[in-house]
């Protein structure tokens, strides 16, 4: 069962326990406080956590705290979203994305967690 969606800043510990250890579904951005493109997307996540809660987890990895992980994940842009399903990554979206981009990746993710 998923637990309560809020949005996890996550450490690298937290990214391989919680993202590809568990194998629920997952959106993690990775970003920076000084970056003005993950400050324009923020709102647009927290919202997207809010309405899909229950159902996918959200975290955030700052990629200056993180260089491992972006390095692994080949994050070439800020914000970079990675989806996962099953602790593998099965999607993501580099750069700024309108809410429809990431709702229709959310979408094809649920709907295939769910087959």
């Known amino acids: ?14 990214f391989r326990r919680r993202v ?8 993690v951005e990775v970003g ?7 400050a324009i997307m923020a709102p647009i996540i927290e919202r997207l956590a809010g309405e ?4 996918l987890q959200f975290g955030r990895l700052d990629i200056d705290a993180n ?20 602790g593998k990554l099965a999607d993501f979206i580099i750069g700024t994305a309108s809410r429809k981009t990431i709702e229709d990746r959310i979408a094809k ?6 087959k």
Do not use: H
């Open 109 to 114: 993710l649920l709907e295939t967690e769910s």
């Open 1 to 14: 069962m998923i637990e309560k969606t809020t949005i996890i800043t996550l450490t690298e510990a937290e």
């Open 32 to 38: 920076a406080e000084w970056s003005g493109n993950c």
């Open 20 to 27: 590809l250890e568990t194998g629920e579904p997952f959106m």
């Open 52 to 55: 899909y809660e229950g159902q």
């Open 67 to 86: 260089e491992q992980i972006a390095r692994e994940f080949g994050v070439t842009e800020l914000p970079f979203l990675l989806f996962f399903r099953d």
